[in-house]
């Protein structure tokens, strides 16, 4: 691995058992219950659409950690749930059982995006649409529906609220449900796993991000690339790290988030590993990613 790599870990983090201390000030910094810390706010609401068709690489973890981190450090966040399977309502602890007004309500009989928004306890500034079994159903139900493709950019659009993120957390499919979501971003964000079969499929992705910007969505632009699951130990993951950070160069973000079994168990609680476990290594990681963003989008959105 070449010096490049080096300053994704700082030695402090290179321990998977921080001293307490450390761990302690990790805590404080990334709950922030004084409100003293706060992460740039941009000039305008900053859209982003997670999306990768390939299941299990992080895609609803990445986006109630991000959102969440955000709106601890002064950031007006809303999630749009879009994935019928609903986890981001799971970890945001949002009900979403048959019944509850959702996305779905918005998308095929027009129900207000702000009558269905509901605020997370716990964390202010922090919003989300859920999404319910319902759902499943939409992807067949708006094949038929006038202008089909931008239903879920005009209930963004007529939300009477000012955010400065929404966060729209995309099913494993390249079907309806993401093409609303792509058509209502301005910026795609793509988990990516440090995996053998990371890059399997991306091709197809852009592919379809391509086409949306040609055809609906002439302003959508992939942004920013996280790298997820990643494992030290293995060279596999480096490799992987290096042929992400050639092929889409300032795109992806230093911060690189590791395997970390606080993350995995934070949902299991209805809540986010910044707010299960502060101090672990997988908060510090989504943290620095956050902060990234957040930066990222003073300077105009990109790096």
Known sequence: MTDAYVSRETPTR???????????????????????????????????????????VGKTTTTVNLAVALALHGNRVLVVDLDPQGNASTGLNVPHHAGIPD????????VPLSDVAQA???????????????????????????????????????????????????PPSLGLLTVNALVAAQEV???????????E??????????????HLNPTLDVSTILLTMYDRRTRLADAVEQDVRNHF??????AVIPRNVRVS??????????????????????????????????KGGKA
């Open 14 to 56: 290179e321990e998977d058992d921080p001293p307490l201390a450390m761990e302690a000030l990790r805590a404080v910094q990334i709950l922030n219950p004084s409100g003293v810390i706060t992460m740039p706010r941009p000039d305008h609401t900053r859209i982003m659409c997670v999306a990768n068709q390939k299941g299990g």
């Open 120 to 170: 997370v306890e716990g964390i202010p500034n922090l919003w989300c649409v859920p999404a319910t079994i319902d759902l499943a159903g939409a992807e067949i139900e708006l094949v038929s529906v006038v202008a089909r493709e931008s239903r879920l950019s005009r209930a963004i659009a007529a939300h009477p609220g000012t955010f400065d993120y929404v966060f729209i957390d995309c």
């Open 249 to 254: 160069g300032d795109k992806v973000l230093r």
């Open 201 to 214: 499929g991306l091709n197809q992705l852009i592919n379809n991000i391509n086409l949306v910007r040609q």
């Open 103 to 110: 996305v779905y309500d918005c998308l095929i009989d027009n």
């Open 265 to 298: 168990e934070a949902p299991s609680y209805g809540q986010s590993v910044m707010t299960y476990d502060p101090g672990s290594r997988g908060a510090t990681s989504y943290f620095e990613a956050a902060q990234e963003i957040a930066d990222r989008g003073v």
């Open 189 to 199: 964000l793509i988990p990516i796993q440090c995996e053998y079969y990371a890059l």
